[in-house]
């Protein structure tokens, strides 16, 4: 799909939107703090995407241990934002969210980020190792084995 060193090798999936006025700081530039909401936008849709949202409370959560966010444009009102998402850096107990935040009609990169997520068990607090089938539908899709 794209070249090997293009910034959005390697990603699979992508939500699409333009920003609301309410994510603009006084300068009319998308404040910083909203690209973590829109990283969790997202990780929900990926998720979602995958069947991996459920309605109903689950035997897990995805706790997060550590956000970045790496600026490189200013993204405005009017600008079309995709963000890419892909997982990697699989452990027994988590692994990572990448993100790459794009403007495709500025074609233009205007952040990464990443988020590292561990499981734990919502009943005893506590770590616990990620369901393997969690983990599998995945690694399959970052595969492109599942459409």
Known sequence: MFSKDHPLEGFRFHLEFRPRLSDLDPQGQVHNARFFT????ARAAYLQRLGLLAAKP???ALLIQRNTCRYHAPVQHHHLVQVFLRTADWGRRGFCF????????EDCLAAMGSTRVACLNPATGRGCALPAEFCRVMQRFEAGELG
């Open 58 to 60: 689950q035997p897990l």
């Open 98 to 105: 990448h993100y790459a935040l794009w403007l495709p009609e």
């Open 38 to 41: 829109y990283f969790e936008e």
